[in-house]
């Protein structure tokens, strides 16, 4: 079965300083993956997702993150970080077979002044 | 264009009594997902509508709860009767119907449940 780990289920950093939320996944196949993001009072939207080719993924607002099959790794980071990113990231994975997506417990992101 | 709505924001209900929650998907996408969140934990999928039909119900967490898709519009999710553990944010995302799968969803707002 698939899953997810996200470490840390809050990070802050200063406004300014490199921003890194850290995902690690498991599939036995190999996965999509994906990040999206709830800002307070909204609803997930996708940030970035990577299904094949370049393991270096650009999504919206300056974020990216890399996707490492040797470390079963999809971390995402911003180099840096602006007030406005303070809001909830999840990792997810998905097979394309079931079109359902597998989740992580999430990361708040606190940007302080 | 509108987005994916859910109503209500919120409900609070005591245990045993039944609640029904609705989505309104973006229009025309026939894709249509029910997720839940329990106490700051991983969202979780519990159905997915293709169009009206049921394509995969593998997250429902047992027989009180009830999803339908009305004409492949709207869709409710009904819990009864509630208990506390049912408590959590439901989230509905819908996606269009294109040929492979993207995976990228979008979200409504949720419904948070407060079962007392």
């Known amino acids: ?113 | 264009e509108a987005g994916v709505t859910q109503f209500p924001s919120h409900s609070v209900i005591e245990k045993g009594q039944t609640v029904t929650l609705r989505c309104d998907p973006i229009s025309g996408h026939d894709n249509l997902y029910w997720y839940r969140r329990v106490m700051g934990k991983e969202i979780k999928f519990l159905l997915h509508f293709v169009k009206e039909s049921k394509q995969d119900e593998s997250g429902m967490p047992n027989n009180r709860f009830l999803a339908e898709r009305t004409g492949g519009t709207y869709s409710t999710l009904k819990v009864q009767p509630a208990e506390l553990e049912d408590s959590g944010v439901y989230f509905c995302a819908s996606s269009p119907r294109a040929r492979g799968w993207t995976g990228e969803l979008f979200f409504g707002e949720g419904s948070r449940l407060t079962v007392l």
Request: proline share 4%; net charge neutral.
């Open chain 1, 1 to 113: 079965a698939q899953s997810v780990t996200q470490l840390g289920s809050h990070v802050s950093v200063s406004e300014g300083a490199l921003v890194l939320l850290r995902c690690n996944y498991s599939s036995s196949v190999p996965p999509y993956l994906f990040w999206y993001v709830q800002y307070p009072n909204q609803g997930l939207q996708l940030l970035l997702k990577y299904t094949t080719g370049a393991t270096l993924v650009k999504g919206i607002n300056g974020f990216e993150a890399e996707f490492k099959k040797s470390e079963t790794s999809f971390h995402l980071t911003k180099p840096s970080a602006h007030m406005s990113d303070a809001a909830e990231y999840f990792c997810a994975v998905g097979e394309t077979g079931f079109q359902k997506l597998v989740f992580g417990t999430g990361t708040r992101l606190l940007v302080s002044p």
